[in-house]
C-alpha cells in the first residue's frame, strides 16, 4: 500500500501545466478493496496467509540485469526515481524506498511458489503491488518495475526442483516482458490474452511466437476489442488448456489482470466475475490434471475501484472451494451487454492461435 506513483494522474504525467496532478490508476486502492470485499465475506478467516519476504538483488538477477537493480536501488535510496529507463519522462514511477517495496512484491510471489511447491497449501494467490508483468530484463515499463512473475518462474526452477513453467497471463495488456525475457528459453511456456493493440503499442501479435530453441513457446491470442466472456472461455478451451497439455508443465503461475473486466479504464473488454472464476476454474484443473495441482496468481491490473474487488473474490473463492454466497451486483448488468457470446471475427483470431498449438 505504500508503493508511491503520486507524480502520475491516470496513467500520464502531471505537472508541466498541462496535466493537473491526480490520483494514479495503479494506486493502492483496488488492492485493498480486494482484501476488505474478502474479509467481509468472511473469506480471508478461512484462508492461509503467507508472509512474504523480499526478493535478493541475486533473485532478481535471475530475469533483470544487475545494472538496472543497481539503478533502482540508487535511486530508491536517494528520493524516488521512475524504472523506465529507457524514456527520460516514463510511466513507472516510484518514491524513496521503492527498491524495497517492488523487491517484496517479487518476493511475495516467491513465498506463494514455495508454500505451494512444498504442498503447504494447495494453490495460492499473490495480492502483491507494483504489478511486474510488463517489467524487462533491462527497465521498468507500465507500472511494473521488477517481473514479479518471472522472478517467480525462474525461483521455481532453480529451489523448487520444478523445470517446466507455464505462464498463463489474462491482464487486458499483453504479458511482454515475460514474452521477451523467455523469448528463446523452451523450459518456460508463455501465454497471454489480451486485447489487441491495447498497450503496449504493436506488442502481442500471433506471430510472435519465440526464437532458436524457443521458437513455439510463446502464444499471444489478441483478442478484439469488445470481447465478451464467449471469447475468451472459447479461448481457453480451444487453446489455453490444450497448449498446457502438451506442455506438460510442472507448476503454473497465473499473471492476474482484472482489467478486462466490463467497466476498467484502461481497456475495453466485457468480462464478468463469472468468467473471471470459470478461467480460474480452468488453470485449476489444468494444474490438477498436469501438476500436482500447483497453481500461483499473482495480481497485476485492474483499475476500476468498483468492480475489480468482485472479480477477485471470485477467482479466490474458486482456488479455495468457498462459497461466501455474496451476489455480485455487477454480474447481471454486464450479462445482458450485446455480443457476449463468440463473434466471428473472433473466431477468426482463436483459429489462427489453433495452428500454432498443433505445434507445440
Known amino acids: 500500500m505504500w508503493h508511491d506513483t503520486s ?47 523480499p526478493a535478493t538483488q541475486e533473485e532478481l538477477a ?21 524504472a523506465r529507463m529507457d524514456q527520460p519522462l516514463g510511466e513507472t514511477p516510484f518514491g524513496p524506498g521503492g527498491f524495497e517495496i517492488a523487491a517484496l512484491a517479487a518476493g511475495g510471489v516467491m ?15 499473490a495480492l502483491v503491488r507494483p504489478p511486474g508483468h510488463h517489467a524487462e530484463a533491462s527497465h521498468g515499463f507500465g507500472f511494473c518495475v521488477f517481473n514479479n512473475g518471472a522472478v517467480a518462474a525462474r525461483h521455481a526452477q532453480r529451489m523448487c526442483g520444478l523445470r517446466r513453467i507455464a505462464l498463463v497471463d489474462w491482464d487486458a495488456h499483453h ?9 528463446t528459453d523452451p523450459s518456460v511456456l ?28 510463446n502464444l499471444n491470442i489478441p483478442l478484439p476489442a469488445g470481447s465478451g466472456a464467449g471469447a475468451y472461455l472459447a479461448a481457453f478451451e480451444r487453446v489455453i488448456v ?22 476498467d479504464p484502461m481497456s475495453r473488454m466485457m468480462l464478468h466475475a463469472d468468467c473471471f472464476r470459470t478461467m480460474a476454474r480452468h488453470v485449476q484443473m489444468a494444474a490438477e490434471e498436469l501438476c500436482a495441482g500447483r497453481l500461483v496468481l499473482c495480481h497485476e491490473g485492474g483499475y476500476h475501484k468498483t468492480s ?15 462459497s461466501s454466497g455474496m451476489v455480485d451486483p455487477f454480474q447481471s448488468i454486464i450479462e445482458q451487454y450485446p455480443f457476449q457470446g463468440l463473434q466471428p471475427h473472433q473466431d477468426d483470431v482463436l483459429r489462427q492461435v489453433e495452428k500454432l498449438v498443433e505445434r507445440l
Open 62 to 82: 535471475a530475469v533483470h540485469d544487475r545494472e538496472y537493480i543497481t539503478a533502482v536501488k540508487a535511486m530508491s535510496d536517494d528520493s524516488g526515481g521512475d
Open 111 to 125: 513465498a506463494a511458489v514455495d508454500a505451494v511447491a512444498s504442498g503447504r497449501v494447495d494453490n495460492a494467490y
Open 308 to 322: 475489480v474487488p468482485f472479480l477477485g473474490l471470485a477467482v479466490i473463492e474458486q482456488m479455495a472451494g468457498i
Open 242 to 263: 490444450p497448449a498446457l497439455r502438451r506442455f506438460g508443465p510442472d507448476m503454473i503461475i497465473v499473471p492476474c489482470g482484472f482489467d478486462a473486466g466490463c467497466f
Open 190 to 217: 508463455t501465454i497471454s490474452i489480451h486485447q489487441d493493440g491495447a498497450f503496449p503499442p504493436g506488442s502481442g501479435s500471433i506471430s510472435d511466437i519465440g526464437a532458436g530453441e524457443g521458437t513455439g513457446y
Open 175 to 183: 504479458g511482454s516482458g515475460a514474452e521477451h525475457i523467455f523469448w
Open 7 to 53: 507524480s502520475l494522474a491516470g496513467m500520464l504525467r502531471s505537472g508541466r501545466g498541462i496535466i493537473e496532478p491526480d490520483e494514479s490508476v495503479e494506486s493502492p486502492t483496488t488492492k485493498r478493496r480486494i482484501k476488505n470485499l474478502l474479509d467481509v465475506a468472511g473469506i480471508t478467516e478461512q484462508l492461509i496467509l503467507i508472509r512474504p519476504r
